[in-house]
């Protein structure tokens, strides 16, 4: 059963990266995403993924996305102590449930995260997201959260075992969510995945305010989100597009990286992203920068998340947010096929 209609105001984007007021529709345009300081990929040093938050929060930054799988609790612990202190007011925090974290005597999983003796187990009921949610808060020392989101409750996550996970995240998982958000401890709640069809199966179905979408609407690839940006827009539900580099193939200034959806990056968007840094080569373009701010130009998208681990990747992200991007290279993308001609861009 979907949880009753609430009125929702447009989707609104702060100029200014400090301007929070808790309670309202103000998302920054830059968020830092929190999985690389739990270790995605290769440990971070507690000082180094402290310095990383507070120069973000030095510099300005005031939303954060982490969730209990990011580091097996890591992320949420250290961006709970980065933000120790600090006026509650003065920051937004988006986490998720659908996983529990449990101990293992296992050595590193093979989910991603330099972390041992834990692992992730997905549980999308409803005393699961409570235990969720109970522990994420500890983990950050909030009595409240901004954002929570239902975490990776697509087919491209579950394959065969989709239908039964849908239902559950709709009898289940959401509803209590809605039920957190009546209660004051969340403030609004969405769904953070990496693909459009759960996207389009949930929102008739239940009453979202967010969707944090994670590399499908980006300067390297459009078609898969154009149905779910539309019918996001049409219900006044709002858009966080994450993973704007398409996990690292476009965040290198000179050339593209070497991987693409969390695995190594095939040929064929490869090639692609070649022709994007061959074009942004010609036009002095940095070609991250053209991805960061890309995504902001659809007025379905409120902000973009950027993952963050360092004190120079902080810097380098708002850097490129706000960077002058030439209209000829929007043009010109379009003029080789590399962009639809009605593809919103920065300069429209």
């Not at 949420?76 to 920051?91: D, N």
């Not at 597009?241 to 968007?269: D, H, I, K, W």
């Not at 380098?316 to 590399?338: N, Q, T, V």
Request: hydrophobic fraction near 40%; proline fraction near 5%; charged fraction near 25%.
């Amino acid at each position: 059963m979907a949880a009753s209609p609430r009125s929702k105001s447009s989707p609104m984007r702060s100029e200014n990266l400090g301007g929070i007021e808790s309670g309202d529709d103000l998302l920054p345009p830059l968020g830092f995403g929190c999985a690389p300081i739990g270790n995605l990929y290769e440990a971070v040093s507690d000082d180094d993924a402290e310095s990383a938050l507070h120069e973000a929060l030095g510099q300005g930054i005031r939303y954060f996305d982490t969730a209990p799988f990011y580091g097996y609790g890591l992320s949420e612990t250290r961006l709970g102590r980065a933000l120790a202190g600090r006026a509650r007011r003065s920051f937004m925090v988006s986490t998720k449930v659908g996983r529990r974290i449990e101990s293992s005597t296992k050595g590193a999983s093979d989910d991603g995260f330099a972390v041992s003796g834990h692992r992730a187990i997905f549980d999308y009921s409803r005393d699961g997201v409570r235990r969720s949610i109970d522990a994420s808060l500890a983990r950050l020392q909030l009595d409240r959260i901004d954002i929570l989101l239902l975490h990776d409750p697509g087919k491209v996550t579950h394959g065969a075992d989709h239908p039964q996970i849908l239902k559950r995240s709709l009898d289940e998982a959401l509803p209590t969510m809605a039920a957190l958000r009546a209660a004051g401890v969340v403030d609004a709640i969405g769904i953070g995945v990496n693909e459009q069809d759960v996207c389009l199966e949930i929102m008739p179905r239940f009453d979202l305010d967010f969707i944090l979408l994670a590399g499908r609407y980006t300067l390297l690839e459009q078609n898969a989100s154009a149905e779910v940006l539309a019918e996001a827009q049409r219900r006044a539900v709002k858009v966080i597009v994450a993973g704007p580099f398409n996990s690292g193939l476009l965040a290198n200034p000179e050339l593209p990286g070497s991987t693409y959806n969390y695995r190594p990056v095939n040929p064929s968007m490869l090639e692609r992203a070649r022709k994007i840094y061959t074009l942004g080569e010609s036009e002095g373009v940095d070609v991250g920068a053209a991805a960061l701010q890309f995504p902001l130009a659809h007025p379905a998208v409120a902000g973009v998340v950027a993952g963050l681990r360092s004190r120079s990747e902080v810097t380098s992200a708002l850097h490129r947010l706000h960077k002058s991007i030439p209209r000829r290279f929007w043009a010109r993308l379009k003029e080789e096929g590399l962009l639809e001609f009605e593809t919103l861009t920065p300069e429209t």
